[in-house]
């Protein structure tokens, strides 16, 4: 089973910052866009940070330059810097690499941000 792990997820304070990091399988790496997803309860899941396998980034609107997405093209690792946490971007984040025919998705981790 493949496995996308994810990790640096936790409580934090409004104004604060976390980085999350997710390890890849290198055969999934290289062929895939890497992708932050989140989901608040109750509410869908959306798209909060991508990078191609070129290094374009995408944002969601609601980041406003808080939030910053890289890939590590010899670790097999995309982070988010998250920078400014607010209370609404409390969630469960998900890793996610999408090649033109497969999708993968990690477990979760959770943020909490409190104010």
């Known amino acids: 089973q493949v496995q996308l792990v994810e990790s640096g997820g936790g409580p934090v304070q409004a104004g604060e910052s976390l980085r999350l990091s997710c390890a890849v399988p290198?055969?999934?790496?290289?062929?895939?866009?890497m992708n932050w997803y989140r989901q608040a309860p109750g509410k869908q899941r959306e798209l909060v940070a991508s990078v191609s396998r070129s290094g374009d980034e995408n944002y969601g609107d609601f980041v406003k330059g808080r939030f910053s997405i890289s890939r590590d093209n010899f670790a097999n690792t995309v982070s988010l810097q998250m920078n400014n946490l607010k209370p609404e971007d409390t969630a469960v984040y998900y890793c996610?690499?999408?090649?033109?025919?497969?999708?993968?998705w990690g477990q979760g981790t959770q943020v909490t941000v409190s104010s």
């Open positions: 996610n690499a999408q090649s033109f025919t497969r999708s993968w």
């Open positions: 290198r055969d999934i790496f290289i062929m895939s866009a």
